[in-house]
């Protein structure tokens, strides 16, 4: 699977927060593809981290 599919999965996954607000899809796209400049590769825990709910 290339990256971008990965990122495009990612960003379809429901929240496992659902009673928290969530960040737009931009910027989660935006998060995910900054993670994977830095570490070269997909972080495949956003959403199980909480990274996809506003602060």
Same mark, same amino acid.
């Given at each position: 699977?290339?990256?971008?599919? =990965?990122?495009?999965?990612?960003?379809? %996954?429901? +929240?496992? #927060?659902? =009673?928290?607000?969530?960040? +737009?899809?931009?910027?989660?796209?935006?998060?995910?593809? %900054?993670?994977?400049?830095? #570490?070269?590769?997909? !972080?495949? +825990? #956003? !959403?199980? #981290?909480?990274? =996809?709910?506003? =602060?």
């Amino acid at each position: 699977m290339t990256h971008e599919k =990965d990122i495009e999965s990612l960003l379809k %996954q429901p +929240s496992l #927060y659902p =009673d928290l607000p969530r960040k +737009s899809e931009d910027r989660r796209k935006d998060d995910l593809v %900054q993670w994977l400049e830095k #570490y070269g590769e997909v !972080n495949r +825990s #956003y !959403n199980l #981290y909480g990274l =996809d709910v506003v =602060d």
